[in-house]
């Protein structure tokens, strides 16, 4: 039945007046209390919080924050005293780490505790010792779900606590933060572990994998892996998300795997093997942060997949460039570097270019050339990222150095093409006509233009002779205003 509305409205809220009850107001201290008209307020002989059944004062106090918060209403009556103990969610927050083995010695159990959470104060520290006492008073309890989180600086001289994992036999989801799990101790075993989230941990994850037979979640966030590997080896994952982390191998084995999610980060290159012939959700984004994937001018800044299992959602291979004249003439591995990314198919090809007035067609097909692209690319998006400062090619610049004018491509699934930030200059006119030339089944493009192209007659009849001459398929010219020209009155030249 649901609480009486004065006790979950105002009776644990500091800054609110007592509650009433009939006609006077409950009494917590001494009889000392006067009416505004002078009247003295005698001491009653029930508090009417004693008159409570246990039952319902356990549902008071599960309505609050954290045990800490619990702890203060023995104030209110000596029925509460003790009570927290026969809670089954158990929230450890700002309380002094000492007292928290000791308080958990204090539960009563069965029936097991459906939620315990430990959330060690800044403040303190702790050794390792200290910790994997707690950890394993904790197990005793044989949480459902079970939460430990520790501050950075917790362990002691600012080092991470070192833990050896003890068996929580009936826990479904655990999650740790900032801790080194430095191994499973023979004959541990987590059999009803479905969930695992570690945050800024580190340590033999492989180990601890090998233990959770019912895994199908694993998050990972801002981890250290040793030797700079992630290593992914479960055969009941269904789910899997890592976040922020640097590496150079991803090796991932997950043969009932449907959902993965992935943001790392590669200083060189990377290797990568992924295991994981069912998987429907895909998002993959690796971020390069050394020009060390190189094609003449051009580097490698991001790589992403995305793939959905949702209809009209196309999967999508995403390439971020930009241009340092600094590179030529390194041997070109971007090729190479992108392939190792190809994990899943995908059907639209998404370029942000940033070509500081370079020109791209060289890169473009480049790219179109790379079998897995050129034979299942449904759609290409090309964004031309300009700087505020115009900037202009050099003479004799060796992004013109390669002969891609001339070469002939296959993109016999290609549909449909859209460039944002035309400029309307001669190598993206080039480019134009040799895509409207080598995809037979284009049924639509887009052009959207800049502001200077918009406001230039010439280089927009341009577009259109080109349109008329080399393709049938659908063409839409977009201002930088947004405004749709109408191709179809255009005057050719």
Known sequence: SPLPGVLTSTLFRPSAPPPLF???????????????????????????????????????????????????????????????????????????????????????????????????????????????????????????????????????????????????????????????????????????????????????????????????????????????????????????????????????????????????????????????????????YCCYTEESIVFGLWYLELLGLQVEDRQGQLPLLHIRASVDSSLFPYEPNFAQEIEKHMVVDFSLLELDLKTDGHVFGALVFYLLQINQISSSLQKLKILLLRSVVKEECPTDCPCESTNWRSQAISLTALEEVQINGFEGVDHEFDLLKQLLVFAPKLKKIIVKLTQEVSSSNTRRTKIYNVFETYGSAECFVYLSSGLIEDIQNQPSA
């Open 22 to 284: 009939g006609g006077g107001r409950l009494c917590f201290a001494k009889a000392s209390m006067e009416f505004r008209s002078g009247c003295r307020l005698g001491f009653l002989d029930s508090d009417h919080i004693s008159t409570l059944t246990d039952d319902l004062l356990l549902l008071i106090l599960a309505r609050l924050p954290c045990i800490k918060v619990v702890a203060h209403t023995s104030i209110l009556s000596r029925r509460w005293c003790g009570l927290w103990a026969h809670l089954r969610q158990i929230i450890f927050r700002e309380v002094v780490f000492d007292s928290i083995e000791p308080a958990l010695r204090q539960i009563s159990c069965p029936p097991a505790v459906s939620l315990l959470e430990i959330h060690a104060p800044e403040q303190d520290m702790a050794s390792t010792a200290q910790v994997n006492s707690l950890l394993s008073v904790a197990a005793e309890l044989e949480p459902k779900e079970f939460v430990a989180s520790f501050p950075s600086s917790f362990g002691l001289l600012g080092r991470s606590i070192i833990i050896d994992l003890p068996c929580f036999h009936r826990t479904t989801c655990i999650m740790l933060d900032h801790v080194y799990i430095r191994s499973v101790p023979v004959g541990v075993e987590f059999p009803m572990l479905e969930a695992l989230s570690l945050l800024h941990c580190n340590g033999n994850l492989d180990a601890l994998l090998s233990c959770c037979p019912r895994l199908c979640t694993l998050l990972l966030s801002g981890i250290l892996f040793e030797t700079c590997d992630l290593r992914v080896n479960s055969p009941s994952l269904q789910e899997l998300v890592v976040n922020s982390f640097s590496t150079e191998h991803v090796n991932i084995v997950a043969p009932m795997l449907k959902k993965l999610e992935i943001l790392f980060t590669v200083m060189l290159e990377v290797n990568i093997s992924v295991l994981a012939p069912i998987v429907e959700n895909v998002w993959w």
